[in-house]
T-cell receptor, first 118, second 112 residues
Framework: DAGVIQSPRHEVTEMGQEVTLRCKPISGHDYLFWYRQTMMRGLELLIYFNNNVPIDDSGMPEDRFSAKMPNASFSTLKIQPSEPRDSAVYFC????????????????FGDGTRLSIL | SQQGEEDPQALSIQEGENATMNCSYKTSINNLQWYRQNSGRGLVHLILIRSNEREKHSGRLRVTLDTSKKSSSLLITASRAADTASYFCATDDYNAGNMLTFGGGTRLMVKP
């Protein structure tokens, strides 16, 4: 089975540009998570969805960040306008709740998008 | 501060030796998970241990959980060079909507 697929794997762009990161979760999974990983702050949860509905976006750093999940097989994380401090590796993960709280199930991660804002 | 914090931050051992990593957390939890991350890759789930379990095994992995001390350990026996990676614990904060939070990780290097 295909795992979580993220694109692009690498993105280099100039400050002020719009950046869109994409994620395809594992088929049948009902939870989708967006994380950001940096050396300074480690792995941070930005937002998560359940059945395509955003549940908690308290980790989204600023209004410049937005995330959507138009259907069960696709999600985007958008940064507009981008700033150098947004440089990080962004991960998407998905999980299947099987009727339980999501933290009782393992999360499956994509290989991330390494974002560099110049 | 992070819910789960790993110790040590870095560990270097010879192939064949055992590696032990520890995780401490602050609040009540339902379960604790361990993940591995190879360089340039996403995290891979290794094992989940529930709050009512004390020990769990999976192949060369052994995880213990002590809820009275709010700590867990991950033991990798007979380590291999391929075990070189960062290892993270993740805990769900029972008092914060079961939000899953990750520690800062332990960087393990296994020398051949």
């Amino acid at each position: 089975d295909a795992g979580v697929i993220q694109s692009p794997r690498h993105e280099v762009t100039e400050m002020g540009q719009e950046v869109t990161l994409r994620c395809k979760p594992i088929s049948g999974h009902d939870y989708l998570f967006w994380y950001r990983q940096t050396m300074m702050r480690g792995l941070e949860l930005l937002i998560y969805f359940n059945n395509n509905v955003p549940i908690d976006d308290s980790g989204m750093p600023e209004d410049r960040f937005s995330a959507k999940m138009p259907n069960a097989s696709f999600s985007t994380l958008k940064i507009q306008p981008s700033e150098p401090r947004d440089s990080a590796v962004y991960f998407c993960a998905s999980s299947q709740s099987r009727g339980q709280i999501y933290s009782n199930q393992p999360q499956h991660f994509g290989d991330g998008t390494r974002l560099s804002i110049l | 501060s992070q819910q789960g914090e790993e110790d040590p931050q870095a560990l270097s051992i010879q192939e064949g030796e055992n590696a032990t990593m520890n995780c401490s957390y602050k609040t009540s939890i339902n379960n604790l998970q361990w993940y591995r991350q190879n360089s340039g890759r996403g995290l891979v789930h290794l094992i989940l241990i529930r709050s009512n379990e004390r020990e769990k095994h999976s192949g060369r992995l052994r995880v213990t959980l002590d809820t009275s001390k709010k700590s867990s350990s991950l033991l990798i026996t007979a380590s291999r060079a391929a075990d070189t990676a960062s290892y993270f614990c993740a805990t769900d904060d029972y008092n914060a909507g079961n939000m899953l939070t990750f520690g800062g990780g332990t960087r393990l290097m296994v020398k051949p």
